[in-house]
């Protein structure tokens, strides 16, 4: 019993101890003997800019396209050669004038990188092969400015390069080649070249004509348009719709300007205005009649 009072007593003496230690009045600090240190932590530098969406998109890159069928010579019962204008003026086409990545743009950089070959204008049969200089001679021209040094008055001839706008091509020019191939019973469609037509301007910016800056020969391109995304206007931005599937799928304005014939003449050589439209519509026509009338008769 006595021991038990003890350790009683000893827990009471220890415990009131404690809470007079914890009654004492704090101490106080000075602030200004306190020094503050902040610590500001940088971002991390990892070299990549921002990503501006929600997740990097590879897929389009990875694409690959498929080889067209083959076809033999004897399988070809009808062929009619055709070309046409797609003009990136039509609401349709504006795909083709998208600001960030403008249809030309994608051509000019494949071309003048030496990733998609070229070939001259001087015919549309894809004979003459143009240089990696060619192209970008092409692409941009050279001037020779005189300017004024504000401080000692003195002339200075400078030489500036400057890049052709890509707004001022409006127009595409298309090769295609019309057949019914007898082994499938189909009327098919291949496009052979694409050629970018250019506004040539005086110095007062006064256009004067539309010229052909060179072809590009449509089979080749296919794996970059495959590779290479549309702006798609239905209000997805996130479909995957490539450059190749837009021309697969016919999914752009055009009209015919020429079609194969034996005085390789073009419409406008012999018809102009609205009857030049009319005779669009009417080779047009023609090839859809074509293969009707072969399941008709």
Same mark, same amino acid.
């Given at each position: ?36 240190? &902040? ?7 990892? #070299?990549? !800019? @921002? $990503?501006? /969406? *929600?997740?990097?998109? %590879?897929?389009?890159?990875e694409r690959r396209v498929l080889a067209y069928q083959p076809i033999r010579e004897s399988d070809i019962f009808w062929e ?103 082994? &499938? ?7 052979? #070249?694409? !050629? @970018? $037509?250019? /506004? *040539?301007?005086?110095? %007062? ?55 194969s014939n034996v005085y390789d003449r073009r419409i406008e050589d012999y018809a102009r205005g609205v009857d030049a439209l ?20």
């Amino acid at each position: 019993m006595q021991t038990f009072i003890k350790w009683t007593c000893l827990c009471l003496l220890l415990f009131t101890t404690g809470t007079v230690a914890l009654a004492q009045d704090p101490i106080e600090i000075d602030p200004d003997e306190v020094e503050v240190k &902040t610590e500001v932590s940088e971002p991390e530098d990892t #070299g990549e !800019a @921002p $990503l501006d /969406d *929600v997740v990097k998109k %590879e897929v389009m890159m990875e694409r690959r396209v498929l080889a067209y069928q083959p076809i033999r010579e004897s399988d070809i019962f009808w062929e009619k050669r055709v070309w046409r204008i797609i003009d990136v003026r039509e609401k349709m086409n504006l795909p083709f004038a998208y600001p960030e990545a403008p249809f030309f743009k994608i051509l000019s950089d494949a071309a003048s990188k030496g990733e998609m070959p070229v070939y001259s204008v001087d015919d549309d049969k894809f004979t003459k092969r143009l240089s990696t200089d060619d192209v970008l001679s092409m692409l941009s021209k050279t001037d020779t400015i005189v300017t004024f040094d504000p401080e000692t008055y003195e002339e200075k001839v400078q030489i500036v390069r400057n890049d052709i706008n890509w707004a001022d091509v409006k127009r595409f020019r298309v090769k295609e080649i019309w057949f019914f191939d007898k082994e &499938t019973s189909t009327m098919q469609v291949r496009i052979l #070249g694409i !050629a @970018p $037509l250019i /506004d *040539v301007k005086d110095s %007062e910016g006064n256009f004067r004509y539309e010229k052909a800056m060179f072809w590009v020969y449509y089979p080749q391109a296919r794996e970059l348009f495959a590779r290479s995304r549309v702006f798609t206007m239905g209000g997805n931005t996130n479909a995957t719709i490539s450059w190749e599937d837009l021309f697969e799928m016919r999914h752009f304005a055009s009209f015919i300007i020429k079609e194969s014939n034996v005085y390789d003449r073009r419409i406008e050589d012999y018809a102009r205005g609205v009857d030049a439209l009319w005779e669009s519509d009417k080779i047009k026509n023609n090839i859809f009649n074509f293969e009707h009338d072969l399941w008709q008769y």
